[in-house]
């Protein structure tokens, strides 16, 4: 019988110590430690894109949206943004721009 009680004390600490693990409290504010997956983030600005890790969902200008359309629309603007500088050759534009800067003393 002793063993039994032994064993339900251990299994209650142990679910207590998870529970524990799970939520943590932070500035007076309860947080979720686990399953970030499940957590909207915190809307701080217009242009604050940062989001905790695994986040479902970003703002962008205020409007929720999901991470895979965002993260897709960044790489394509990248991509079309770093295409326009090749072609219109603006790297060498800005280096002889620079060379030809003369420095008056």
């Known amino acids: 019988m002793t063993?039994?009680?032994i064993n339900l004390r251990i299994l209650l600490r142990n679910h207590i110590l998870?529970?524990?693990?799970?939520?943590?409290?932070?500035?007076?504010?309860?947080?979720?430690?686990?399953?970030?997956?499940?957590?909207?983030?915190?809307?701080?600005?217009?242009?604050?894109?940062?989001?905790?890790f695994y986040a479902p969902a970003k703002y962008i200008f205020g409007i929720k949206t999901d991470?895979?359309?965002?993260?897709i629309t960044l790489v394509l603007l990248s991509t079309i943004l770093l295409y326009l500088v090749l072609y219109y050759e603006l790297?060498?534009?800005v280096v002889r721009f620079i060379e030809n800067f003369k420095i008056r003393k």
């Open 3 to 5: 063993t039994i009680i």
């Open 18 to 52: 998870k529970f524990i693990i799970i939520v943590v409290i932070y500035k007076k504010s309860i947080v979720q430690n686990t399953d970030p997956v499940f957590l909207d983030p915190d809307k701080k600005g217009l242009f604050s894109f940062r989001t905790h």
């Open 67 to 71: 991470t895979f359309k965002f993260n």
């Open 91 to 93: 790297l060498g534009k």
